[in-house]
């Protein structure tokens, strides 16, 4: 089986990574781009294999002037079929690399993870009122942080918010040229909020605007 | 995740979990053999995708059709 | 990049990671249960694609609730009510969850355009 790791554009060399399994790394031309694979011998979703993948994807970002991210799990048969579903592709390949061309992605998560001091609620209005104040902070956090970060962001996607202490959940597509103003704001925020947890990680290949379907800034 | 990674600390641990985070759940998805996925789960996801552009179509025609 | 070097992907970090490795850790050990064939995990499979969208609309729903709240367009009986039935419905969501093993990380599904709505 054929295993897909990400399509590039303009790749340089390939990375002197081992591919899942051990086996090497090949590309195959498709449309205007390399598609960066891998023979597998079975399937093998092992956290090694998860690692690699990201790993594989993560060393092409140096190497080329843009990667759609493919997620773990896309094989294929054979050199065609891998053409076939590449050929089936809305937006197609070449679209999303020139969306993507020269950025990164940049992770941020808000948590607030103080003990709550009143008690879980009984009532419907105690409910109300605490689910509100979550809104408001939540609301705040997106002001405060994720307007500025917008405004240096191609894209952005905030994540919809889960049950739990997570009050900001963003993934953000910057030029590489606007990474260190990017990074300021986040850093200025931290600051400004002892109290949060805050955890920016990056930059990785953008995974999160590979499908073509983030909200543009 | 294996015994010598758990020893990593703390900041290497939440880095890794957020590549893991991206490798299993962003990225393109082709509409070729999902081997890994459960079939059940996602032919009916993957038909939720096409459903959800279907209604958006029908909007946009009985918009159309209203005007 | 080696799997050492994972670390020079940290921008910054402040407070309470364990919690947050705890966050993704949900996401990450949700994995294995989508990867099963089984009939027991396909139809799992579709508890999770059901529930996850029942998610989404009680979520939507009280969002609504919220902001009107907020806007002063509720009386405090409303407010009470509503607060009630939210209540209930997160109640019978976590006994769902429970009885299909799914968890919050589950009902992540990426809804594309619909997740957009909250």
Redesign the interface.
């Known amino acids: 089986m054929i295993h897909l790791y990400a399509f590039a554009r303009n790749l340089t060399t390939l990375p002197a990574?081992r591919g899942i399994g051990g086996g090497p790394l090949e590309t195959l031309a498709v449309e205007d781009a390399d598609a960066v694979v891998s023979r597998v011998p079975k399937s093998d979703?092992s956290q090694e294999a998860?690692?690699q993948h990201g790993?594989v994807v993560?060393?092409l970002v140096d190497r080329c002037d843009g990667v759609v991210p493919a997620r773990f799990g896309e094989r294929f048969a054979d050199d065609e079929a891998l053409r076939a579903a590449v050929e089936r592709l809305r937006p197609s390949v070449g679209e999303r690399l020139r969306d993507l061309d020269g950025c990164v992605e940049?992770a941020v998560?808000v948590?607030d993870?103080r003990e709550r001091d009143s008690p879980s609620?009984t009532?419907?209005?105690?409910?109300?009122r605490a689910?509100?104040g979550e809104?408001h902070e939540r609301d705040a956090v997106a002001e405060a942080l994720h307007v500025p970060l917008e405004r240096e962001a191609r894209a952005s996607i905030v994540t919809?918010?889960?049950?739990?202490?997570?009050v900001h959940e963003g993934a953000y597509l910057v030029p590489r040229a606007g990474l260190g103003t990017f990074?300021d704001r986040?850093?200025k925020y931290?600051g400004a909020h002892?109290e949060?947890?805050?955890?920016?990680?990056?930059?990785?290949a953008p995974y999160s605007f590979a499908a073509g379907?983030e909200?543009a800034a | 995740m294996s015994a010598v990674a758990n020893r990593r600390?703390?900041?290497?641990?939440?880095?890794?979990?957020?590549?893991?985070?991206r490798v299993?759940?962003k990225g393109i998805v082709l509409s070729g053999d999902i081997t890994?996925?459960?079939?059940?789960?996602d032919l009916?996801?993957v038909g939720?995708?096409v459903l959800?552009a279907s209604v958006?179509t029908f909007d946009r025609l009985a918009n159309e059709g209203a005007s | 990049?080696?799997?050492g070097a994972?670390?020079e992907?940290?921008?910054?970090?402040?407070?309470?990671?364990?919690?947050?490795?705890r966050?993704?850790?949900q996401?990450?050990d949700a994995?294995?249960r989508?990867?099963?064939?089984d009939p027991e995990?396909?139809?799992r499979?579709?508890a999770?694609?059901v529930l996850t969208l029942i998610e989404?609309l009680r979520?939507l729903m009280?969002?609504q609730?919220?902001r009107r709240?907020?806007q002063g367009t509720l009386d405090?009986e409303q407010?009470?009510?509503?607060?009630?039935?939210?209540?209930r419905l997160a109640e019978r969501m976590d006994e769902l969850k429970e009885e299909f093993g799914l968890t919050?990380a589950d009902?992540?599904?990426?809804?594309?355009?619909?997740?957009?709505l909250?």
């Not at chain 1, 919809?160 to 997570?166: E, L, N, Q």
């Not at chain 2, 600390?9 to 985070?21: C, G, K, R």
């Not at chain 3, 407010?79 to 209540?87: K, P, S």
């Open positions: 990574v979703v998860i690692l790993l993560e060393a940049i998560r948590l993870a609620p009532d419907g209005r105690g409910y109300m689910k509100l809104l919809p918010p889960r049950a739990g202490a997570v990074q986040v850093d931290a002892p949060l947890t805050v955890l920016c990680t990056g930059p990785w379907t909200v | 600390p703390i900041e290497e641990q939440v880095t890794l979990l957020e590549l893991v985070d299993l759940n890994l996925s459960v079939a059940g789960v009916v996801y939720l995708r959800l958006g | 990049m080696t799997a994972v670390g992907k940290l921008l910054s970090a402040q407070g309470d990671l364990l919690g947050v490795a966050e993704l850790e996401v990450r994995f294995p989508r990867v099963r064939a995990t396909v139809e499979g579709l999770q694609l989404l979520q009280e969002r609730a919220l709240m907020e405090d407010v009470e009510r509503l607060g009630q039935t939210f209540m919050d009902l992540n599904l990426d809804l594309g355009p619909l997740g957009n909250l």
